[in-house]
């Protein structure tokens, strides 16, 4: 019989028969759909996969974590960016971004250091966010064009085709 449940993602009243079900070490998790799952996974995997980018780019050993207040801060760029721009945002500055955190003697303190190396990032990730999104632009862009090239040699294919024909009706 079907029980009453709640999706793990957004909270919403489901029942087990139409629940969307994944066991994770042997508990049931349950979700309004597999879409919804599968969106959540790739979010997740965009943050982890950005996440240890900054964590390697800082030289962070294993035995060690990201300092709160830079998850913190991330979170709330998180917010209103796609991950994919915060990485692009710290790629793009790693040069300064290392310079500063290298520095010896300017920050007291950790705190000091990565709330600055985070101003940085904050004020440059909108001109990332924009030039992102230009580039796409671009893309789809070119992708159009291509298919107006392929509609215009589908065309001139056809009027061939045509002649062709129209030439050996003739004979
Ligand atoms: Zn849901």
Redesign the pocket.
Known sequence: MARKCK?K??G?QLTTDIAFKVVVKGVNHY??NEP?YNKLQAYKLKRRNTMSYIFDMFSYNSDQLLPPVMIKKINVLAKTYDYDVIKETFKKDKKTLLYWWNLENKFTNEYNKVSYVMRIIENNINDTYKSMRIDKKQNEVSRSKVIIQDEALTKVKNIINKDISSFIEEE
């Open positions: 999706c993602k957004c919403a979700y309004c919804e």
